[in-house]
């Protein structure tokens, strides 16, 4: 669960930002009130805001001098500024200079909370496709695809195949297979790739709000919509658009997809003039989509228009071989998150028990099962009583996925080390920080591979 976000609310009259703080609080945000802005720009210069909340005219230090620390200080902190009626021109000098928008005293507290959750939430969205450019190398990469299984070496060979060129490529899949790292690998090879990636989920949303989400408004389309917004089709101009679980959208959002998708220009809802994008689209879905084709809930036309390249993920119950190289990627990464964790391991019983194990939530069940071990582990290895009771209790008379072989776990450790150092470009200190290592310890585990 992630932490509330750290709200400051500026005024120079502070029983009003101890007010507006009270109920910013009440919502299960971090509000604090201040009463001048000098001692807003400390807590700016801190780092401790994730949203300002400010008067425009206060002395000595006023709104848009805080508006300007808030822009210098980078990471897209939001600030969001209070008027009086009569100062409407300095509001919008504050909107030209960068503010998330202002509201004009006196307001309601829902009406704030309208614009702190957006605020926040298309913050994170940048900050999250900014991280993603920056690790264009790693996440965005063939090196986000793990495993040796031949199915699996399919899908690499087709994301190889398709991700140069703009075709809409159909990821399918059980849910948890890891149809979201296909399409960031897709993306990370293409030559969008230092563009934005955006994925939206088309079963999270109402038709209504899928449609703003997707197209964009203008002030006054609807109610509620108190400002212009672009859109993610606008957002995701020259880079990538996912549209995960696009089985589930409605047959009106799909035709309206679709003349997207034949022209490259959307129409903002409410507004009367179109834009062009340059948007790769990349959909993904669990459903068997000829099926929904065959019972009227999805457009053939669309289908024919998305379903240009498919690449079909393979279930992990269907590539048991790689488990011992995904039990070691999410052991490094849960290590990572709990340093403090004793466990740097599984025992061999272990790990040949979540490799026979049926995993019905694919390499999603896998991850959490693996950081909770490390979460909550006592000692350096899981054993299979450490378990959640349903791997560890689960029918024991599959074959083993080894071939009757046992593999140690410094087999293990030296095939992760291995695969991690082949795909960094033999680079022995990219490799060993990426497995949170020494070079000394890395150049041990290659060692055992002949590796010197």
């Known amino acids: 669960m992630s932490e509330p976000a750290r709200i400051v609310v500026v005024d120079d009259k502070l029983a009003l930002a101890e007010t507006i703080a009270d109920g910013l609080s009440d919502r299960g945000y971090r509000a604090r009130a201040i009463g001048s802005g000098r001692a807003a720009l400390a807590a700016i210069a801190a780092g401790d805001v994730d949203l300002v909340v400010t008067d425009l005219r206060m002395p000595e230090v006023d709104g848009?001098?805080?508006?300007?620390a808030a822009r210098s200080?980078?990471?897209?902190?939001?600030?969001?500024?209070?008027?009086?009626?009569?100062?409407?021109?300095?509001?919008?000098?504050?909107?030209?200079?960068?503010?998330?928008?202002?509201?004009?005293?006196?307001?309601?507290?829902?009406?704030?909370?309208?614009?702190?959750?957006?605020?926040?939430?298309?913050?994170?969205?940048?900050?999250?496709?900014?991280?993603?450019?920056?690790?264009?190398?790693?996440?965005?990469?063939?090196?986000?695809?793990?495993?040796?299984?031949?199915?699996?070496?399919?899908?690499?060979?087709?994301?190889?195949?398709?991700?140069?060129?703009?075709?809409?490529?159909?990821?399918?899949?059980?849910?948890?297979?890891?149809?979201?790292?296909?399409?960031?690998?897709?993306?990370?090879?293409?030559?969008?790739?230092?563009?934005?990636?955006?994925?939206?989920?088309?079963?999270?949303?109402p038709d209504t709000l899928l449609e703003s989400e997707l197209f964009g408004h203008v002030r006054g389309a609807f109610t509620g919509a108190l400002t212009d917004r672009a859109g993610l089709f606008a957002e995701a101009d020259r880079g990538t658009l996912v549209l995960d679980e696009i089985g589930e959208m409605s047959p009106a959002l799909q035709a309206k997809l679709l003349r997207v998708i034949e022209t490259g220009r959307i129409r903002p809802l409410g507004a009367s003039d179109e834009r062009t994008v340059d948007v790769r689209i990349l959909t993904a879905t669990h459903r068997d989509l000829r099926q929904r084709v065959a019972d009227g809930a999805f457009?053939?036309?669309?289908?024919?228009?998305?379903?240009?390249?498919?690449?079909?993920?393979?279930?992990?119950?269907?590539?048991?071989?790689?488990?011992?190289?995904?039990?070691?990627?999410?052991?490094?990464?849960?290590?990572?998150?709990?340093?403090?964790?004793?466990?740097?391991?599984?025992?061999?019983?272990?790990?040949?028990?979540l490799a026979a194990h049926d995993w019905p939530g694919n390499v999603r069940e896998l991850a959490h099962v693996v950081e909770r071990s490390v979460l909550l582990g006592d000692h350096a290895e899981v054993a299979i009583s450490d378990l959640p009771p349903h791997v560890r209790d689960a029918p024991r008379d599959r074959a083993s996925p080894f071939s009757g072989q046992v593999i140690e776990m410094r087999e293990l450790q030296r095939r992760y080390a291995r695969w991690v150092f082949e795909q960094l470009g033999h680079h022995k200190g990219r490799a060993a920080e990426k497995l949170g290592v020494d070079v000394k310890t890395l150049n041990r585990w290659l060692a055992l591979d002949g590796e010197v």
């Open 64 to 68: 848009l001098a805080l508006l300007d």
């Open 73 to 205: 200080r980078g990471g897209g902190l939001p600030v969001i500024v209070m008027t009086a009626f009569g100062a409407i021109d300095s509001a919008v000098e504050a909107i030209r200079r960068g503010a998330y928008h202002y509201l004009t005293k006196p307001f309601k507290l829902d009406e704030l909370l309208v614009f702190v959750e957006r605020a926040l939430a298309e913050r994170d969205l940048r900050r999250e496709a900014d991280a993603l450019r920056k690790r264009a190398g790693t996440r965005f990469s063939l090196r986000g695809l793990i495993g040796a299984s031949t199915a699996m070496q399919r899908v690499i060979a087709m994301v190889e195949h398709v991700a140069k060129s703009a075709v809409p490529v159909l990821i399918g899949g059980e849910t948890g297979t890891g149809k979201g790292v296909v399409a960031r690998a897709i993306h990370g090879e293409s030559d969008r790739a230092h563009g934005p990636f955006i994925v939206v989920n088309c079963a999270a949303l």
């Open 299 to 353: 457009r053939e036309d669309l289908l024919f228009r998305i379903d240009v390249v498919s690449i079909e993920m393979p279930a992990l119950r269907d590539r048991r071989d790689d488990v011992p190289a995904l039990v070691a990627h999410f052991l490094s990464e849960a290590r990572a998150k709990q340093p403090a964790s004793p466990v740097t391991g599984f025992t061999h019983d272990a790990l040949a028990r």
